[in-house]
């Protein structure tokens, strides 16, 4: 079992820059690939980044790269997304989740789900 838990969201102006924050309990975090999605009103929930277990390869949608940066530290069994360069269209609840599979790209490959975080952005 693993529970997450974001932070990090805000508001901001366009151009600013946010670090997102997700805490993961459980001994097995490291084990688990991680991402970032996000879910704006009406829409569905979209993939925003991710990061594999075994080598902390990375992966983003076309809109963020560049931007947005995934990270992990799995002796404080946390992931980052630092987020730079924000537009408007950033705006969303952005989620983290962890995933025991390998296509992190996809958002029924995860098994575990927080809470969510609102960000933002205003021009």
């Known amino acids: 079992q693993v529970q997450l838990v974001e932070s990090g969201g805000g508001l901001v102006q366009a151009g600013g820059s946010l670090r997102l924050s997700c805490a993961a309990s459980g001994r097995t975090f490291s084990s688990y690939g991680m991402g970032w999605f996000r879910q704006a009103p009406g829409k569905e929930r979209d993939f925003v980044a991710a990061?594999?277990?075994?080598?902390?390869?990375?992966y983003y949608r076309d809109s963020v790269k560049g931007r947005f940066t995934i990270s992990r530290d799995n002796a404080k069994n946390t992931v980052y997304l630092q987020m730079n360069s924000l537009e408007p269209e950033d705006t969303a609840v952005y989620y983290c989740?962890?995933?025991?599979?390998?296509?992190?790209?996809?958002?029924?490959?995860?098994?575990?789900w927080g809470q969510g975080t609102q960000v933002t952005v205003f021009s």
């Open positions: 990061i594999r277990w075994s080598d902390s390869r990375t």
């Open positions: 989740a962890a995933a025991k599979g390998w296509m992190l790209t996809v958002r029924y490959e995860y098994n575990y």
